[in-house]
């Protein structure tokens, strides 16, 4: 067994392996100083929650405490493997810090209070605006890190309950695009491809997706396949230059804001040559003729100009991708927090689509996720859908989860699509949504223009609830706080981004008073007396296992059909993909093979939208496009964002998701090892931007766009010319501000625009207009990762590279069996 | 002939569209959709009225290439305007009413392009025929724009 320091070295080390051939195991352990394997008292089964790869592992319990973590040698995702987050993340877990007691707001200061108390004020505000203005006055925003029956149960409670329309997720800001891409071109969520594709592809294109710093097992097991036989060309398009683009055979670093048109040129080189499966196209698609004409207009030229990239380059990646034989697409936030993100990400599906590699191995399409129950918050109906993929414009389809919930159609609202989080924002703004319910999740620091935001979320007029296990930024603007279990303190199911379902058990009790997320929605729906139609509670479910089979009814003869799964069945071996019913028993590695989609008028889950404007697609349209459910090529138009370079603010900023930290860092910055890797915000640029602003590595600078500024150490890295790197999210409570800036700010989105992509409503992190200004010299090299695409671009002392704590040293054993496939 | 008129018709209506669509943009800037949408929108219409000036000239028109310009004053009054009142929630009405003449207004063009269209099958005019191929269908991604956005907010703005 070998040691290793899995900071200064996150994707550990390599056990290559050829096309075709199963990935060899490598289990990862990391347990606490002075603890041994033969100390632990029990492993106890789960699944990553730092990240959304979905790595199976096991926590290691001594005397009732998480001492430690190891990879599932059997899982089919990680095959034993653990990232740094996944390594070292639990810690967060036992910190002095967490919420023990629920809060009150009394006499504007936040009081501890007990459950009884804390539940009456939210059941006493609840009662009362359903009363005055009805359920438009009250809005659910939840995240993409509870589990299943907890999803389920607030989607239940909130659209059949409640009734109210206001319910989403923060995979507003990750994922929405995924599955809205999925969407429009299959009429269904769920991901074509399986993270097994990256053992068969002979060329993997990643746009947008920093696989190596966002799914680290998922890049381990692309390495290994680099350093083995018959390797996999690469094609990345990033303006970064990440791990991704130096292992890439072509690189595309394109000017923020234009995927669309570089993804209509690469389409019009493919179409062009005649690199295309027409038989295919014939048999299960429709549209083509709509792309053929629209990518005509785009030729390599003109989409070099557009884009900044040279016009070889993009014909150099085409005839790549054209000649692939099994062609694995991903797409992360590069495209779906850009400029016409849904329009870009389809275009990706397009490519796989026109080519047939779709539904066979090597040939998968993965838009990814971004945390790790992103899946989940779809599939329930927390985040903007309806539970189980059911189609919110076709009324047999509401009559159908109005009969598994046993209520009235009419209770359900329908009238318009589900509310996304920016528009509810919106309406708070405005004074008509009156109570928000934030739970596991911090708007307050990862909504874009967070000035705007606080100042939402402050207001006196708006009774807000936050539901978590710190006193996040969000929190302590709250009126009632209350105290949440998290991973390994509570029992559920998660899906990874290739349909994998892991169970995650309770390991440990929570601490103080803290409550799993199940029983507080529970609670809350019994108090509020909600009931179906015969005068029964509404939920009729009380624990995590009878929360699953009622969701597991839900699912029947859906999409994500969960019929066949038991915790039973999850306990112990390896995760299963769905659908899993009595067809399909062990789950299915691949849908949509043999070109069957799950498109029908009658079965889709949506219509569609306008890839420009955001329209809905009526009922009848879809059906003249579309009677027979093929698979649904649209063709978008390059439009310029909204944001431009101007003579005050001539550079373009994008932000982003980093190695060592996750989302706003409640759980990450409490890990010594990660926090230690990455402790503060930092600035990217070019070295000839440096040398054009008179900037120096480690230097303070100010970044500023039309809305606000924020200080941070300079990294000069291989980013694009022209464009600025900022990580999120570096907020506000392990600072003096506590909620907000204490002089510079900090967050990346003190600088982000309210825009948001019209199709799948994803907030546009990644075109902001922005200028830097040298603020004073600095004592040595900002703090930085090196390791990861804030790599220094020029010399650059050794001493200052990042590496671990002594205690960071974790475990590696090879050789051993298992790994499902 | 009185082809003319239609063509004038149809410049006036563009330029209409265009100028509605941005007055919409700025007055509910603090509705960030409907203010960038509108503005993208917009720069269909004005398009289509640089595209009908030229062609206009083939039946002897002088119709004004440039689209209807705007006032910056006036502009800068609206968005100021919206940034005041965005706490007020009157402002849903006015935004349900503008709507709703946009819509009107996008239907509107949409007739003028069909009319169009038949005229230009009569005449046997390819490049006309073309430029309405072209342009109605953006016209009618405006017309259900406005409509989809009309049904999303109704029901916020009247039962709140």
């Known amino acids: 067994m070998a040691r290793i320091d899995r900071i200064a070295e996150p994707w550990g080390t390599r056990t290559p392996y ?138 239940t409670m909130a659209h059949g309950g409640i009734g109210t329309n206001h319910v989403d997720g923060n995979t507003r800001l990750c994922t929405a695009t995924a599955g809205e891409a999925l969407k429009e071109s299959f009429g269904c969520d769920g991901q074509p491809g399986s993270y097994t594709d990256v053992d068969h592809a002979d060329v993997i294109a990643l746009y947008g997706h920093n696989v190596a ?311 809350y729906a019994h108090r509020m007396g909600l009931q179906d139609k015969d005068g029964q509670p509404l939920i009729k479910w009380h624990d995590p296992e009878s929360a699953f089979e009622a969701w597991k009814e839900c699912t029947r003869g859906k999409p994500c059909d969960y019929t066949g799964i038991t915790y039973d069945k999850l306990r112990g071996g390896s995760g299963i993909q769905w659908p899993c019913n009595e067809e399909n028993p062990d789950g299915t590695e691949r849908i949509y093979a043999d070109g069957k989609f799950w498109a029908h008028p009658e079965y889709c889950e949506t219509y569609g939208r306008d890839l420009i404007t955001g329209a809905p697609v009526e009922p009848t349209e879809y059906k003249a496009l579309n009677p027979e459910g093929k698979a649904i090529i649209k063709a978008a138009e390059y439009m310029p964002p909204h944001e431009l370079p101007s003579q005050d603010f001539p550079l373009q900023l994008i932000t982003g998701r980093t190695l060592y930290q996750f989302h706003t860092r409640t759980k990450t910055g409490r890990a010594p090892e990660l926090q230690a890797a990455a402790p503060d915000v930092w600035v990217e640029l070019s070295a000839d931007d440096a040398g054009a602003y008179g900037i120096a590595e480690g230097d303070l600078a100010e970044v500023e766009t039309p809305r606000g500024s924020v200080r941070a150490r300079v990294r000069i890295s291989g980013i694009r010319n022209g464009v600025l790197f900022l990580p999120f999210h570096y907020g506000y409570w392990d600072t003096k501000g506590g909620h907000q800036p204490d002089g510079a700010g900090r967050a990346a989105n003190e600088l982000t625009i309210t825009d948001w992509d019209a199709a799948s409503k994803q907030p546009i992190f990644k075109t902001a207009a922005a200028r830097i200004t040298r603020i004073s010299g600095g004592d040595g090299p900002s703090s930085a990762p090196t390791t990861t695409a804030s790599a220094p671009a020029g010399v650059f002392p050794e001493d200052a590279r990042t590496k671990g704590l002594p205690t960071a040293l974790a475990d590696e054993a090879t050789g051993t069996a298992g790994g499902a496939r | 002939m009185k082809f003319g008129l239609v063509l004038e018709e149809m410049h006036r209506s563009e330029n209409d569209l265009a100028h509605h669509l941005l007055v919409i943009s700025e007055r509910h800037k603090v509705d960030h959709e409907i203010y960038h949408l509108a503005r993208d929108l917009a720069r269909w219409s004005q398009q289509h009225v640089r595209d009908i000036a030229d062609i206009a000239k083939n039946y002897g028109q002088n119709l004004d290439p440039e689209p209807r310009g705007e006032a910056g004053l006036m502009e800068t009054i609206r968005e100021k305007g919206s940034e005041m009142v965005g706490r007020r929630p009157e402002t849903g009405m006015l935004l349900l009413r503008d709507l709703r003449e946009l819509y009107l207004k996008a239907c509107g063009v949409s007739a003028d392009w069909e009319l169009l269209a038949q005229a230009a099958q009569g005449m046997k005019d390819k490049n006309l025929l073309a430029l309405a191929e072209k342009c109605h269908p953006q016209t009618i991604r405006q017309m259900k724009w406005a409509n989809g956005k009309l049904k999303e907010s109704a029901t916020q703005i009247l039962v709140s």
């Open chain 1, 213 to 523: 710093e966002t799914q680290t097992v998922l890049w381990t097991r692309m390495l290994d396949r680099l350093a083995g036989p018959n390797p996999p060309k690469i094609i990345c398009v990033d303006p970064r230059m990440t791990p991704v683009a130096r292992a890439a055979t072509v690189h595309l670093a394109p000017r923020p804001g234009t995927n669309v048109a570089l993804m209509n040129g690469i389409l019009h080189e493919i179409i062009t040559n005649g690199w295309v499966d027409q038989e295919y196209i014939q048999a299960h698609t429709v549209g083509y003729s709509e792309l053929e004409k629209e990518v005509k207009n785009y030729p390599p030229a003109l989409v070099a100009e557009i884009c900044g990239v040279p016009a070889e380059q993009i014909s150099e990646a085409a005839s790549i991708i054209g000649h692939a034989e099994r062609l694995l697409s991903t797409v992360l936030q590069g495209f779906y927090q850009s400029n016409q993100a849904t329009a870009a990400a389809v275009q990706v599906n397009n490519v796989n689509i026109i080519r047939g590699m779709l539904g066979k191995r090597g040939c998968g399409i993965l838009q990814m996720n971004g945390q790790p129950t992103a899946e989940n918050t779809r599939e329930c109906g927390a985040d903007g859908d309806l539970a189980a993929f059911r189609n919110w414009s076709n009324d047999a389809h509401i009559q159908d989860l109005a009969r598994v919930w046993n209520i009235d159609p009419m209770s359900i609202p329908h009238y318009s699509p589900p509310t996304h989080v920016m528009q509810m924002m919106r309406y708070a703004e405005d004074g008509s949504i009156r109570m928000l319910w934030v739970s596991g999740t911090n708007p307050a620091v990862s909504l874009p223009e967070l000035a705007r935001i606080r100042s939402i979320l402050e207001q006196d007029r708006l009774f807000l609830v936050v539901q978590d296990i710190f006193l996040s930024e969000t929190a302590q603007l709250a009126d009632v706080v209350l105290p949440a279990a998290t991973w390994g303190e509570k029992t559920g199911t998660f899906t990874n981004v290739d349909r994998t379902v892991h169970l995650s058990e309770k390991a440990v009790d929570p601490p103080g008073e803290a409550r799993p997320d199940l029983e507080i929605f529970i609670d």
């Open chain 1, 18 to 155: 050829g096309s075709g051939a199963d990935w060899p195991v490598r289990v990862d352990t990391h347990l606490a100083e002075g603890v041994t394997p033969e100390d632990v008292d029990r492993w106890v089964q789960t699944a990553s929650l730092l990240h959304s790869n979905g790595d199976a592992m096991d926590i290691a319990v001594k005397d009732n405490r998480i001492v430690g973590v190891r990879g599932r040698a059997v899982d089919r995702v990680n095959h034993g493997r653990l990232g740094p987050k996944d390594l070292y993340g639990w810690q967060a877990n036992a910190s002095p810090d967490r919420l023990t007691k629920p809060l009150i707001r009394e006499g504007g200061k936040l009081v501890e209070t007990d459950w009884d108390t804390a539940m009456q004020r939210i059941v006493d505000k609840s009662k009362a605006l359903l009363a005055e203005q009805g359920p438009s006055a009250l809005g659910f925003y939840t995240t993409g890190q509870l589990f299943s029956e907890e999803y389920y149960t607030l989607g």
